[in-house]
């Protein structure tokens, strides 16, 4: 006989609200707390706290992934997820048993080849800018256009050195980029996704698959999490995120 889940619903993010690269650590990082494996050896770990908060999470909810990372990188994430999970920016939503969800696959798709040229000159100008400071010590910026089953998904940069060098070409990028594209600047994370690719999107064609009437709870660092966490009956921050940070300048 099957038993219903009747357990609450957690649609959380990953990066900076579950874990954390090691120097971003307010604790020395632990080696049996680590949350996920990065392939350039930054690793991300969890303070005690965000272990004890996890270990109570995973008995108390059904605990779902809402991340930027895509399926190769939180298919690094050390913890175990159980049910569903949202990928890259909202752009894959993977079944219980790891598949994508065909339906909203092929609507991204559509997305994804009307922005295709878009990103592409995006990557473009960055290239350029590397190009004219190629005198110094650092190449300027890494860059890279997120892709799923071969799809062009969003487009994300990174400082090498000063966070501030993303002063110097986020104008020029946004400019480009126009309302064809949600923009986004967290830290050192610049990003460019196009409008209709969203975790919000994507937690609301989840929240009508999974049905029921099960209370739903959002939690997430970043301005962009927020969309999401609001279409949720309650909303979890961590302190010193970039939503708390905005809180208090208000």
Request: aromatic letters at 6%; proline letters at 4%.
């Amino acid at each position: 006989m099957n038993t219903i889940d009747r357990r609450p619903v957690l649609y959380t993010d990953l990066d900076d609200t579950l874990f954390q690269t090691s120097r971003k650590m307010t604790e020395p990082a632990c080696e049996t707390r680590l949350g996920a494996i990065a392939t350039n050896g930054h690793h991300s770990y969890m303070t005690a706290d965000q272990a004890r908060m996890l270990d109570w999470l995973q008995d108390a909810t059904r605990l779902i992934p809402v991340t930027a990372r895509s399926t190769d990188a939180l298919s690094r994430c050390q913890i175990p997820f159980h049910h569903w999970k949202v990928a890259a920016n909202g752009a894959v939503i993977l079944q219980p048993e790891g598949t994508p969800l065909a339906d909203w696959q092929e609507t991204v798709r559509g997305l994804s080849d009307a922005a295709r040229v878009g990103l592409e000159v995006l990557n473009d100008i960055t290239v350029t800018c590397n190009a004219e400071h190629a005198f110094q010590s650092v190449t300027r910026f890494r860059h890279w256009i997120v892709e799923e089953d071969g799809m062009p998904i969003y487009f994300c940069v990174k400082s090498n050195g000063d966070e501030r060098w993303l002063d110097d070409i986020e104008d020029d990028l946004a400019q480009v980029a126009g309302a064809e594209f949600t923009h986004h600047r967290n830290g050192n994370n610049l990003s460019f996704t196009p409008v209709g690719i969203s975790k919000q999107r994507a937690v609301a064609h989840l929240d009508a698959v999974i049905g029921g009437d099960a209370m739903r709870f959002g939690m997430g660092d970043s301005l962009t999490d927020l969309p999401f966490m609001r279409s949720c009956h309650m909303m979890m921050i961590p302190p010193g995120s970039q939503i708390d940070t905005n809180i208090g300048s208000q």
